[in-house]
């Protein structure tokens, strides 16, 4: 695709704010800067203080930069051609914007943002996936009345896949599976025996007599570099949280609750991500999953990219492509074809100009609730305990997360997970048990709650 004939007719730059100025926020205001289609000269945080550190970190003058608490100090600054930074989302929707850029990461604030962007007629770039997760389909519902969309971003995983998958679909591929590379790769140094993760260094002996995967014994295989890697983490809450997102989008399924999550080189991805039949780790095609990108240190990362595997029909065809280094199976009945990248807010642009130029969304253009990703204690939690949900990756003590066929919220029916985080027990939780509706006190005026029960009465009627 040429994406400079794509956006040649925006002659007038896209006005965009940006709601949360962390990593993901800051990379795209950072990269407005160099983006001629886009106009950023908007961010909002916690603090109007945060939001102006965050200008003044990519280089803008602080001379050149407001901070606004109200709509009026906003509309003032924006007039007087000035960077805007603010302490509410409220403050900057009645401005001449066009999209927002939604970045916080936090569930409650992030619906908020999202639904005044929606009523003051912008489009939303949805980069929280935490919110996603839980009233995505209802927000995009909710945009599409108003001639809007709600759109998952380029840059991040979810976008990108769904993306992957809906090319391989239009080009004519039998998509069997789809998946990505988790955030942080296993790196195995064979001369001392060691493995590396995300700054966290194991002895892990033995494994070099698992690097290579026997033919006809790869669930063997994983298991066992599992086992050896136990005191690494191999399920994580984001990666759940994203595929979901592409669930919904694409109606691919799951496997197993939890995934498989095998560590795995990359050139092994097509005969893992394959039925028990074919001897692999799905007992059915048309699922995702994720693995954890295994290589030594002196090669190359799969960067937390993305993936599907398809099939290959036309012998002569792909034995062409296999001559050309494409990753196939050992029977040469699977290949995979991938995207190793994600860079955040560095590319994000190509979903808030499709949204704002041709009001296309990057993911489904009407996203359905497919499947939930909820919250399973890992201990007895007693009532009166407060789900705190923080971290890097926004986990919830005491608790795993696992993906489940959406349903309404009820009386014995697990709640999604960003939806009881940081919510009160109402009663104990014994080991293992998943956390229902009935077990969270959850106030009324939530916005997560109200949103969750509109999308809930739109698409599940009968419920």
């Not at 994983?222 to 109606?251: F, H, M, Y």
């Not at 705190?388 to 009386?411: F, Q």
Request: proline letters at 5%; charged letters at 20%.
């Amino acid at each position: 695709m040429d994406y400079l004939h794509r956006y040649h007719g925006v002659t007038q730059p896209i006005e965009v704010c940006v709601i949360g100025s962390g990593g993901f926020g800051r990379s795209f205001l950072a990269q407005s800067r160099r983006v001629p289609t886009i106009s950023a000269r908007v961010a909002v945080d916690l603090t109007s203080a945060i939001a102006a550190d965050a200008w003044i970190s990519i280089g803008v003058d602080a001379a050149q930069i407001a901070q606004c608490d109200t709509a009026e100090q906003a509309v003032k600054a924006w007039e007087q051609g000035l960077f805007i930074a603010a302490s509410d989302a409220a403050a900057v929707v009645g401005l001449p914007l066009q999209v927002m850029v939604e970045a916080t990461g936090h569930p409650e604030a992030g619906a908020r943002h999202a639904r005044l962007a929606i009523e003051a007629g912008l489009h939303v770039a949805l980069a929280s996936k935490e919110v996603d997760s839980v009233v995505g389909p209802e927000l995009s519902r909710l945009a599409r009345a108003k001639g809007r969309v709600v759109t998952p971003v380029d840059g991040d995983q979810p976008s990108l896949l769904i993306g992957l998958v809906t090319w391989a679909q239009a080009m004519g591929f039998e998509v069997l599976s789809a998946g990505k590379s988790s955030e942080y790769d296993f790196v195995f140094n064979a001369e001392a025996s060691r493995m590396d993760s995300n700054g966290v260094s194991i002895d892990v002996p033995g494994f070099g007599d698992h690097w290579v995967m026997p033919e006809g014994k790869a669930v063997e295989c994983v298991k066992a570099r599992a086992a050896i890697c136990s005191a690494l983490p191999q399920r994580a809450v984001p990666d759940l949280c994203e595929l979901q997102v592409v669930a919904n989008s694409t109606g691919l399924g799951v496997d197993t609750a939890a995934f498989h999550a095998p560590i795995a080189r990359p050139s092994e991805v097509p005969d893992l991500f394959a039925t028990a039949a074919e001897g692999g780790l799905f007992q059915a095609n048309g699922v995702v999953d994720v693995f954890h990108c295994l290589r030594k240190p002196d090669e190359l990362s799969f960067a937390g990219g993305v993936f599907v595997v398809i099939r290959c029909d036309d012998k002569p065809t792909w034995d062409l492509l296999l001559g050309k280094g494409h990753v196939m199976s050992r029977d040469q009945q699977r290949a995979m074809m991938y995207i190793p990248r994600h860079l955040l807010g560095l590319e994000a642009f190509s979903s808030v100009l499709d949204a704002a130029v041709y009001g296309l969304s990057s993911g489904a253009q009407a996203p359905e609730p497919r499947l939930d990703l909820v919250a399973r204690s890992t201990r007895a939690l007693a009532a009166g305990t407060v789900l705190t949900m923080g971290g890097h990756h926004h986990t919830i003590d005491g608790t795993t997360a696992e993906l489940v066929s959406a349903a309404p919220l009820a009386a014995g029916v697990p709640a999604p997970f960003y939806l009881v985080g940081n919510r009160k027990l109402v009663r104990d939780v014994a080991a293992g048990q998943l956390i229902c509706f009935d077990d969270i006190e959850i106030d009324p005026a939530s916005e997560l709650l109200r949103l969750r029960q509109q999308q809930d009465a739109a698409f599940f009627p009968a419920g």
